[in-house]
Nanobody
Framework: QVQLVESGGGLVQAGGSLRLSCAAS?????????IAWFRQVPGKERDFVSF????????FYADSVKGRFTISRDNAKNTVTLQMNSLKPEDTAVYYC?????????????????WGQGTQVTVSA
């Protein structure tokens, strides 16, 4: 069991930056899970944003965020960070982090076992 808590969301103008964090709480640990970020807007499916393997060797991004977002993890601090730069209004969504022990298709939300409650990111034009 892994309890995930996201933080760092908020309101920012287009072109600005936000830094999201995903932390394991309640005495649980993010290792040895792979961690991914997904985002969702009302009425739409949850979309893949970024993935990092548990040792950080494999990193993937959705094409829509490549070059603007950076994922990293610090297993000693039990956190994963998503640095989001050059934000656009279309980045507006609830962002979720997810953990999975064995992830074959990193873009598939069904591959993940644990989810946080989400954090709202709103980018104004």
């Amino acid at each position: 069991q892994v309890q995930l808590v996201e933080s760092g969301g908020g309101l920012v103008q287009a072109g600005g930056s936000l830094r999201l964090s995903c932390a394991a709480s309640g005495g649980t640990f993010i290792s040895p899970n792979a961690i991914a970020w997904f985002r969702q807007v009302p009425g739409k499916e949850r979309d893949f944003v970024s993935f990092i393997s548990w040792k950080g060797r494999d990193i993937f991004y959705a094409d829509s965020v490549k070059g603007r977002f950076t994922i990293s993890r610090d297993n000693a601090k039990n956190t994963v960070t998503l640095q989001m730069n050059s934000l656009k209004p279309e980045d507006t969504a609830v962002y979720y982090c997810a953990a999975g022990r064995i992830v074959s298709v990193h873009q598939n939300p069904d591959e993940y076992d644990y989810w946080g409650q989400g954090t709202q990111v709103t980018v104004s034009a």
